[in-house]
């Protein structure tokens, strides 16, 4: 199967979470190779960034874990990995990834809340075991969606403003790219890769329910395209 890469987020210990359409189906993929999350160096042999193309075979038997992940799940054999194209792609129009208009559109009008906090919907969520996908996208203008640092406690990460037609969320930011940016240059720097002008292309995806957060999958941003 070919898959366009239009996600790939931090996760820990230098691992990561890729994913991306494919458009002979029609619906999202999340690669596994040989089950597992990406190394860093796995990412690098292979050319693995959004926008690239990769060519891929399924290995294995269908996931079984829960949903919403289970959704789009799918281990593959790392050495059938080829990359097709690594040119970046057109966001938007015919062709390309689909796009909501809110964040609960995204996610069929699953997601809650935990509160509000600075005017903004806080520790958005999707209940583990919602058998709906884990990975959307949300199409806003560029002044609807703001970087900032958040400091929780004096741990301090990369967090979002983002304002769609139904709400304004603040929501945490673990696309690759963002965050190594984030920590060189700070939250300012983000911000200046924004266009003034113009639409957004906001990946956001399901992250994997943890003890800290028993069986609510939060809501993350995963990539920013334009």
Not at 46 to 61: K, M
Not at 198 to 221: D, E
């Amino acid at each position: 199967m070919q898959i366009l890469i239009t996600d790939v987020t931090e996760m820990h210990q230098g691992n990561y979470c890729v994913a991306g359409w494919n458009s002979n189906t029609g619906g999202m993929v999340r690669p596994l190779p040989n089950g597992s999350n990406w190394t860093g160096a796995q990412l690098a042999k292979y050319g693995i960034q959004p926008g690239a193309t990769i060519q891929v075979t399924a290995s294995g038997a269908a996931a079984s874990g829960l949903y919403p992940h289970r959704t789009e799940d799918t281990p593959i054999d790392l050495a059938s990995v080829k990359l097709v194209s690594a040119g970046s792609n057109a966001w938007f129009g015919a062709g390309a990834p689909p796009l909501a208009k809110t964040l609960a559109a995204a996610f069929q009008n699953r997601v809650q809340m935990t509160g509000v906090w600075n005017g903004a919907r806080k520790g958005a969520y999707v209940q583990e075991g919602t058998q709906i996908g884990s990975l959307a996208a949300v199409g806003i203008s560029g002044p609807n969606l703001e970087f900032f640092e958040n400091d929780y406690k004096g741990k301090k990460s990369l967090r979002a403003y983002m304002t769609d037609d139904d709400a304004r969320y603040s929501l945490p930011v673990v696309a690759k790219n963002l965050r190594e940016l984030y920590r060189s240059k700070g939250a300012s720097a983000v911000n200046k890769l924004l266009p003034k002008i113009g639409n957004l292309h906001v990946r956001v995806g399901l992250a994997r329910a943890w003890s800290g957060q028993p069986g609510k999958c939060t809501v993350m941003i995963n990539g920013v395209y334009w």
